[in-house]
């Protein structure tokens, strides 16, 4: 029988062709990783994390086909590629462009120092109350507000629009902030986790033919960023002082402060329980 010793086994790893690494190889991996995370960080953080999604969903087929062998599928495949890659760059343009820009004037130790921001809190009932309490004065006094909740879709292009705030939720600070004749009443305030990050916010007009005709471009405008993002808004009218719900497209009108609660502590709800199965999973991974 063979007998198997230290010298052998270190004279079969020397043997063994490794391509040789150096220094110059490990510092290029670490920045392709890098360039990586950050594209991908870059990606959660507006609508084309969607796209990435949906990309991933069409990588896969592409693959159960390659691998079944299906002809005709790899054939569409094949013949639009070249054309959806074209497609992507046109309806991309916006995103592309801004991401251009913030590269150009990135603070790069910062860069260095940011990672994942999953560990902030999201919207406490403390917070969703105090909305409602501002709400609920607004609409009393007919003040229009037009207020956004960011969810998963991040809305950095639309906040770097208006006026940084980054406040704690309160409603003195929302109500003071839509305040007829004061400087920042126009526009959009945009929430994230628990702080009013920006006001004065200009949001893209839905141009959705079916809406109601009576809605003017509050109205407009609060469907047209659910319509690109999975954002939650809250309208109030200042003609009427009715309060309005904007999600995925749709408007509900005339909602009061009991609905209101409810669908937001239910957003609150379904989102602590995404994180939740997002933790468990890599406590699993870990
Ligand atoms: N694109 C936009 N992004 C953010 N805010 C906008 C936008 N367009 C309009 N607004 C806000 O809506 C206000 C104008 O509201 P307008 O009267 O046209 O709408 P409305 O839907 O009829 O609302 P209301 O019932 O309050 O009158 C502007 O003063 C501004 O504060």
Not at 90 to 99: G, K, T, Y
Not at 211 to 221: D, N, Q, V, W
């Given at each position: 029988m063979q007998q198997f010793s230290f010298d052998m086994i270190w004279e079969s790893f020397?043997?063994?062709?490794?391509?040789?690494?150096?220094?110059?190889?490990?510092i290029e991996m670490c920045l392709i990783a890098f360039a990586i995370y950050q594209l991908l960080k870059w990606i959660r953080g507006t609508r084309a994390w969607t796209l990435f999604k949906g990309m991933i969903i069409i990588f896969i087929v592409f693959f159960l086909a390659s691998v079944l062998?299906?002809?005709?599928?790899l054939w569409v495949f094949r013949n639009t590629i070249n054309v959806g890659i074209i497609a992507?760059?046109?309806?991309?343009?916006?995103?592309?462009?801004?991401?251009?820009e913030q590269l150009g004037r990135r603070d790069f130790v910062s860069t260095f120092m940011i990672f994942d921001d999953d560990n902030k809190e999201r919207i406490t009932l403390q917070s969703i109350e105090e909305l409602i309490k501002a709400i609920n004065?607004?609409?009393?006094?007919?003040?229009?507000?037009?207020i956004v909740i960011e969810r998963e879709v991040g809305l950095g292009e639309y906040e770097r629009t208006g006026i940084p705030i980054h406040a704690d939720i309160s409603s003195e600070l929302l109500i003071n902030i839509f305040e007829h004749n004061t400087p920042?009443?126009?526009?959009?305030?945009?929430?994230?986790?628990?702080?009013?990050?920006?006001?004065?916010?200009?949001?893209?007009?839905?141009?959705?033919?079916?809406?109601?005709?009576?809605?003017?471009?509050?109205?407009?405008?609060?469907?047209?960023?659910?319509?690109?993002?999975?954002?939650?808004?809250?309208?109030?009218?200042?003609?009427?002082?009715?309060?309005?719900?904007?999600?995925?497209g749709n408007i509900i009108r005339n909602v009061d402060s009991d609905y209101l609660r409810n669908k937001l502590a239910y957003q609150k709800k379904t989102a602590d329980i995404k994180k939740f199965k997002l933790w468990k999973g890599r406590q699993k991974d870990g």
């Open positions: 020397t043997k063994f062709d490794l391509p040789m690494i150096r220094i110059k190889d490990v062998k299906l002809h005709t599928i992507l760059v046109i309806v991309f343009q916006p995103e592309l462009r801004s991401a251009l004065q607004m609409s009393k006094y007919k003040t229009g507000a037009l920042l009443h126009d526009g959009a305030v945009i929430i994230r986790h628990n702080q009013i990050v920006a006001a004065t916010c200009y949001l893209p007009l839905s141009d959705n033919m079916s809406l109601s005709k009576e809605l003017g471009t509050r109205h407009r405008a609060a469907v047209g960023i659910t319509e690109v993002s999975d954002s939650v808004v809250i309208i109030i009218s200042e003609e009427t002082g009715k309060i309005s719900m904007a999600m995925g």
